[in-house]
């Protein structure tokens, strides 16, 4: 019996080998924004966030891709008053700016480092 299971442990090993190498193959997919090859482009700019409010507290902003420009823009845990305006978002050359439900502006965030802009008083980063 023992003979049995040795090879099934040995191809889940292989398996799960596998499995976590595609894991890591997939988060390296993320552009790097910022780098010398990066495309300014809505899509490469999408994802998930970190955002360094001005008051010093860190929240989530995830930025995603729709058919229309503007593009949607999701907060989780923001507290900063200005930014938690913030619904949607779209590209300006290579700056990124967010729109506040009445329209008003909030940015431009400039990239100053790889996968870091900076703007409004605030840095998002990933």
């Not at 998930?48 to 949607?72: F, M, N």
Request: contains cysteine; proline residues 5%; glycine residues 10%.
């Amino acid at each position: 019996m023992t003979s049995v299971l040795k090879p099934i442990v040995i191809a889940a090993a292989f398996v799960g080998g596998i499995v976590g190498q595609v894991a890591v193959a997939v988060a390296d997919q993320t552009p790097v924004i910022g780098a010398n090859n990066t495309t300014y482009s809505p899509k490469n700019f999408s994802g998930r966030w970190k955002l360094r409010q001005s008051d010093g507290e860190i929240c989530l902003v995830e930025l995603k891709v729709t058919d229309a420009s503007p593009h949607d823009l999701g907060l989780r845990a923001c507290t900063d008053a200005v930014i938690t305006s913030a619904k949607q978002w779209e590209m300006r050359n290579r700056d990124l700016v967010f729109f506040a439900e009445d329209g008003g502006e909030i940015g431009p965030f400039k990239v100053t480092e790889p996968n870091k802009l900076e703007g409004a008083g605030m840095i998002l980063f990933r």
